[in-house]
């Protein structure tokens, strides 16, 4: 298994930009697909982009396409996501995801095997 722990949460003002962390212990992060979902008060939990193993196959969701980012580095069992252009709309805990065993790409929230606690986004008016 893995266990994940998100950071680089904060306030921003509209407009701009934070860069959330995912740091993975336990087994190598080489093995895991990596996701990144959000969930607001009241809402369900929400797709935001997601990265095969290899780091080559990407997928975002329209909402966040162009502005968001996602990499990892897996040398040192890292996974980000850059986000540029933040909106009110994208204020929400935000999670990173890991599936093991796999080298597809997912966007599913119960495709996935291993959650981090959450890092707070909250963008300003």
């Known amino acids: 298994q893995v266990q994940l722990a998100e950071s680089g949460g904060g306030l921003v003002p509209a407009g701009g930009s934070l860069r959330l962390s995912c740091a993975a212990s336990?087994?190598?992060?080489?093995?895991?697909?990596m996701g990144w979902f959000r969930q607001a008060p009241g809402k369900e939990r929400e797709f935001v982009a997601a990265?095969?193993?290899?780091?080559?196959?990407?997928v975002y969701a329209d909402s966040v396409k162009g502005r968001f980012t996602i990499s990892r580095d897996n040398a040192k069992n890292t996974g980000n996501l850059q986000m540029n252009s933040l909106k009110p709309e994208d204020t929400a805990v935000y999670y990173c995801a890991a599936k093991r065993w796999t080298t597809d790409v997912y966007v599913r929230a119960n495709e996935y095997d291993y959650w981090g606690q959450g890092t707070q986004v909250t963008v300003s008016s």
């Open positions: 990265i095969g193993w290899s780091g080559s196959r990407t």
């Open positions: 336990g087994r190598a992060f080489s093995n895991y697909a």
